[in-house]
Nanobody
Framework: QVQLVESGGGSVQSGGSLRLSCATSGLSTSRSCMGWFRQAPGKERWAVVLIDTDGSTTYADSVRGRFTISKDESKNTLYLQMNSLKPEDTAMYYC?????????????WGQGAQVTVSS
């Protein structure tokens, strides 16, 4: 059974930093397409950043240069380092996984971690 569990969310002031973790079980982060998504209240969920099995990454324009995705394959854990946070980054953040990045649907989701950035 595949499980994804996020941690590391919290409240921070504008300009601050947070690091989210996504501990996985039942899958291999080295052989899965992984991603971080976020959803603000009343808005749709969208992809913040993806990382493919070859390590290539795709960032949303709004976070490029501020957020960094990484993974520790020995721990099967995905990370999202978020720097220079802005109030508009406030959202529930989810990690997700699927077999291949070109597959349309994401098979597995975590429960989410709340990030709140105050001005």
């Amino acid at each position: 059974q595949v499980q994804l569990v996020e941690s590391g969310g919290g409240s921070v002031q504008s300009g601050g930093s947070l690091r989210l973790s996504c501990a996985t079980s039942g899958l291999s982060t080295s052989r899965s397409c992984m991603g971080w998504f976020r959803q603000a209240p009343g808005k749709e969920r969208w992809a913040v950043v993806l990382i493919d099995t070859d390590g290539s990454t795709t960032y949303a324009d709004s976070v490029r240069g501020r957020f960094t995705i990484s993974k520790d394959e020995s721990k099967n854990t995905l990370y999202l380092q978020m720097n220079s946070l802005k109030p508009e980054d406030t959202a529930m953040y989810y990690c997700a996984a699927k077999e291949l990045c070109w597959y349309p649907a994401w098979n597995y989701w975590g429960q989410g971690a709340q990030v709140t950035v105050s001005s």
